[in-house]
């Protein structure tokens, strides 16, 4: 979880917590009102939690995912350079194969 998230979590109980305290300290309704509106509070606390854990977890994927194709894209370049190295070795090693036979048969004219 980043400090920022952390943060974020601290300061949505600590206020949950600090409103509960007032809102028993300065109710005007009865007890059993007093205690459903904490719950409602409690409910409705739970539910930004959840949504901000389901948002964070979201952009990890996909941030995870971005690296995973990053990777694999990676890794196809390194192969694709690979082979094009090899291939150009071969096509080199088949000029100089063809240049070779050329100096003989220029030399056969030279005499």
Do not use: C
């Amino acid at each position: 979880m980043s400090n920022n998230t952390g943060n974020t979590i601290v300061a949505i109980l600590a206020g949950v917590a600090i409103g509960a305290g007032i809102g028993i300290l300065f109710a005007p309704d009865k007890g059993s009102k007093t205690r459903e509106k904490l719950k409602d509070g409690f409910d409705d606390a739970k539910h930004n939690l959840q949504d901000k854990y389901h948002d964070v977890s979201e952009k990890l994927i996909g941030k995870a995912k971005a690296l995973i194709a990053k990777d694999d894209i990676d890794g196809n370049y390194e192969n694709i350079v690979s082979t094009l190295s090899h291939k150009t070795e071969d096509v080199i090693s088949f000029l100089e194969n063809k240049l070779a036979d050329l100096k003989l048969k220029n030399a056969k004219f030279q005499k």
